[in-house]
């Protein structure tokens, strides 16, 4: 799963980057333990990040969604059931998988898909006790940009919000070696428009592990357990593997 994460840049970053149209609103975005929304009692902690969906006119258009999706017949109310992520299945078609999905099926009938920048991700060594987190970042480029799903829900009495699931798959050899059976979808570059608005064929197609050489990662202290820590530790880098 791809349940944690990391937010580190400006905004101007993020437009140049996924070549956004307009002026990037000015300041930075830092978060360097993110999770999604969770139940606090009878509250909710909401958590909201950026992404890009194809806006009205075609163009990509920076919004800001609820993490994790929220389907639009809860009437605005977190799930008690994890949908922080949509999980592709081994030797099946993401279309197949997804249509026995009710919480994400409606978001990938109607081409739902949007585009979420993220510094980097955690993920827990699942062999050892207790779990060794990595933070897994880049190699080379200077954010992931992930695959999601979104949908919109209205609760009752309120305003329409939007939010998003991300799309994971097989790992690469770098999420096996450090003991982890998922990754996110990771996007290229020459994917980014075809996941926003091409046809549910062509998104298909983009749903498949991350290459062997797009990805690097270190340990990092196990206080990135608590959603709540946000210390500078979390980006220390002993060597990397």
Known sequence: MC?????????????????LPGEAPPGHFRRLNVAPSSRRGDEVDWTELPAVVAG??????????????????????LPKFSTANCRSEPGERFSETVAKKPTFRNAWRRNQRCLVPFSWFYEWDQRSKPKQPWRVLPADAPMLVLAGLWDETRPPGGAPFRSFTLVTTEPNALLRDIG?????????????QAWLSSTPEAAEALVAPPGDDTLRAHPVTTRVNNPGYQEEDLRSCPVPF
């Not at 349940?3 to 070549?19: E, I, M, T």
């Open 3 to 19: 349940g944690r994460g990391g937010h580190d840049f400006s905004w101007k970053q993020v437009y140049d980057y996924l070549n």
């Open 56 to 77: 009205a006119s075609g163009q990509p258009e920076m919004v800001r969604m609820v993490w994790p999706l929220v389907p639009g017949w809860l009437k605005g109310e």
């Open 180 to 192: 982890h059976h998922r990754a996110p979808v990771i996007l290229p570059p020459e994917g980014w």
